[in-house]
């Protein structure tokens, strides 16, 4: 399994972006994907996922009602976009992909299968 994230940028605050994670390899289906980020000097931490089976959302709290993960099937790319951003929300974004069915949630980053480079974001005030 093979994962791109792309779309980072430099936005100001209040801004908007997309990021889109590409995926393919053998069994992708059977795989969730999630976006985790890492800001300087932090730990990474997860940031939203969708199950790849129910298509069902995961947010964590600090951007449930600013992002939105969504899906393309035909395509195998996660998008995450990204409204009203602040300072806070530069990182280094990552696409992971973990396997459905091995106990691992999507806000597991110990369990994610597969990593993408990241992709850095930068909001500035």
């Known amino acids: 399994v093979q994962l791109q994230a792309f779309g980072g940028g430099l936005v100001q605050a209040g801004g908007f972006l997309r990021l889109s994670c590409a995926s393919s390899g053998s069994g992708i289906n059977d795989y969730g994907r999630s976006w985790f980020r890492q800001s300087p000097g932090k730990d990474r931490e997860f940031v939203a996922g969708v199950n790849w089976v129910s298509s069902a959302p995961y947010y964590a709290d600090s951007v449930k009602d600013r992002f939105t993960i969504s899906e393309d099937r035909s395509t195998n790319t996660v998008t995450l976009k990204m409204n009203n951003l602040e300072p806070k929300d530069t990182a280094v974004y990552y696409c992971?992909?973990?396997?459905?069915?091995?106990?691992?949630?999507?806000?597991?980053?110990?369990?994610?299968?597969?990593w993408g480079k990241g992709t850095l974001v930068t909001v500035s005030s």
């Open positions: 992971a992909a973990v396997k459905h069915g091995t106990g691992c949630t999507l806000r597991d980053e110990e369990g994610m299968n597969y």
